[in-house]
């Protein structure tokens, strides 16, 4: 992997600097350089600290993501060379057309919207459209009504990945409109993940050739993203019922009691788990495994950090200050019984809520990938609907008949 060898061939290099040998002679060559050279000496190693502070994936660059003002990327980061004596790209080949931007003065290139999405005043949550749309079908607006809605103490934002936002389509209008607390944000990929461990795999690997990448994406962008912002993130088909904001630092169990569900995730930002996340995902990247990066991934990255086998023995203390909620927190339903959602009751039965709707539930994972043919009706008595009808008005009252 070339991303790692780069780190190895500067340690290597220190290690050298370091060496006695070399330090007698440098000291000895020191003495008969004079004042002018010892002033250059100093300035180029001040560069080189300077160099290898940003060449690392520290805390400090994404500060400075956050911090520096918009400054146009030359080139693309893919093909971008190295440096001048390395002359080679990301993926290290030697083909490169342009130089690299220095790494650290990079924006997280939010069109428009940096200053707000860095506002520390709310804490912030996030859902992401990795498909390519610049906009959100009705049941997509409905999780983001539910959380905006729900959590009025939350800034929320839908990422929208190297796309125009279309404003003019419906449920964008209706929600902008409505909800003064929610954004919606364009970021440019090329630059969102510069200098972080997703770029060599982003540009480098053939991620994109499996049959899950959209889905794969989003597993990296939201371990990505909370590790950069902090907050909370949501999947696009969860229907929130209830204000969040009293839980942090977790994930929510998966139905089975046995997995964590990735779809619903809070960390603060620079959370030690996110960035094991990050890591894992370009460590142990599998482009045939629909849950290895996400689901899989926050368990295998939990089993390490916790120390502990079962979800039921992970915990603030286990987990040191990371936490894994009941299952009945955001999925109450197995995903096997996913169509229990759009079933038609009958009308004596409406009255009634599911049993698995109890008062512990703060959202409900909908599984949109294996429910999205279901159609809804509105005047239905499908779970759905009620669930719709409560939770996104706004969106509800817009959708069509069938949606
Ligand atoms: C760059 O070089 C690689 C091989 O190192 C080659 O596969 C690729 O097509 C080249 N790209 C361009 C734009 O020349
Ligand atoms: C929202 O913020 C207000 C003021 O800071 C606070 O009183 C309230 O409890 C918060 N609500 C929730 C649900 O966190
Ligand atoms: C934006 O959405 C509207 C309404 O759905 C559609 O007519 C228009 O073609 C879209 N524009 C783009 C650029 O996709
Ligand atoms: C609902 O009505 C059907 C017949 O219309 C009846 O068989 C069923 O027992 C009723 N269910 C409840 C919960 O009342
Ligand atoms: C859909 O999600 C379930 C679990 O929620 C998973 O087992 C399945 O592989 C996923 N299918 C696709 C096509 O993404
Ligand atoms: C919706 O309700 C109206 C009357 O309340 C009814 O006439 C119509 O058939 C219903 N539509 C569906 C799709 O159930």
Known sequence: MI???????????VKKLASTKVVIRLLSSLCSIGPVGLFFLGCCATALIFFIRFYQWTDTSYVQMEVEKKVPPRG????????????????GRANCTSPCLQLGHFTPALEGDSAKLCSQEKERAFFLETSGSGSLN??????????????????????????????????????????????????????????????????CTDWRQGPFHVSHLSDGLRFLTLHKYGGYYFDLDVIVMQPVTYYR??????????????GVIHADRK?????????????????DIWGHNGPDLLLRVLKNWCEVEDLQSMNYVTCRGFNVLPKSSFQPLHHSNAKEFFAHRLVNQTTANPVWLTKNVIGVHTFNNLSKGQPIHKNSTQIYTGLARHNCPVIFSAAPDVF
């Open 138 to 203: 009705f049941r997509q607006a409905c999780s983001v009504e539910s959380l905006t809605l729900h959590n009025p103490n939350l800034t929320v934002h839908v990422l929208f990945v190297d796309v125009p936002i279309n404003y003019s389509v419906t449920t964008l209008l209706k929600l902008k409109n409505k909800y003064s607390n929610l954004r919606f944000v364009s970021i440019n990929l090329n630059d969102y993940i510069a200098g972080t461990p997703l770029e060599h795999w982003y540009h």
């Open 3 to 13: 991303y790692r060898k780069t780190k190895n061939v500067m340690s290597l290099f």
């Open 76 to 91: 693309h980061r893919g093909t971008c060379c190295l440096s001048v004596d390395r002359p080679e790209d990301i993926c």
């Open 249 to 262: 630092n977790f994930v929510g169990a998966a139905a089975d009691g046995q997995y964590v569900a990735s």
């Open 271 to 287: 959370n030690t788990i996110t960035k094991l996340a990050v890591e894992e995902l370009v460590r142990n990247y599998r482009s």
